[in-house]
């Protein structure tokens, strides 16, 4: 039987560009533009993932915010929230989404593209993730990380003390808490501090991309 993904935003482009990436290693996709769509579909049959978009505050309804904290807290579903320029998860403060986040998101744009190039670099709980090996080989994997494509984004949060950061971002000469985990309940909870990850596709089309959303969503799927 495939694993089964929701992917839910609100951004048409952000929707396939990763259900282009999970599909190609065989999950059963579905692709949500609302919290209630996403609602809808898990009511029709069980799901294993949820990857969560940064979207706007007000399309979400107090109990579909609970919903999703029951989810992984008590299904023990898996959750990716990943993050972007619009601002929009300090919104949720005081919600289940913030008792979910592992990091406390910080007001404002972040890091933009008027700053030094972001690039990214495995921690060293990172480095032990399998997840995040995108070539063989430790130390090589460790190299590759900056070389990646830089972002022109990064979110700043902080990580709660709950939580394990596996990459970090390097902004000149100051570090950022870029992907980072926890657990919660009977679940587990992924924040990415950016959503640029297809600039990864540059000159080696999904050689890097497809696998490291793959991968991250098969280590998601693994019972904790």
Known sequence: MK?????VDDSLTVRMDLGEAFEASGFAITLCPTAAACRE????????????GEMPRKLFRPEELQWLSDFVGNRGGGLILVDGRRGEW???????????????VKSGQGKTASSPPVRLQLTERGATVPALE?????TDNAALWPLLPAMHWIASATAKPCSETFLEAM???????????RRFGAGKVLYAGFDESWRWR???????????????GKWMMEPP
């Open 41 to 52: 579909a898990i009511a029709r049959e069980p799901y294993d993932l949820i990857v969560l």
């Open 3 to 7: 694993p089964k993904l929701l992917i």
């Open 90 to 104: 300090p919104l949720f403060k005081g919600t289940p989404i913030e008792t979910l986040l592992p990091v406390d």
């Open 134 to 138: 995108l070539v063989s080989g430790s």
């Open 171 to 181: 902004v000149g000469q100051t570090r950022a808490p870029a992907l980072v985990f």
């Open 202 to 216: 540059y000159e080696v089309a999904d050689r890097y991309h497809a696998r490291y959303w793959n991968q991250l």
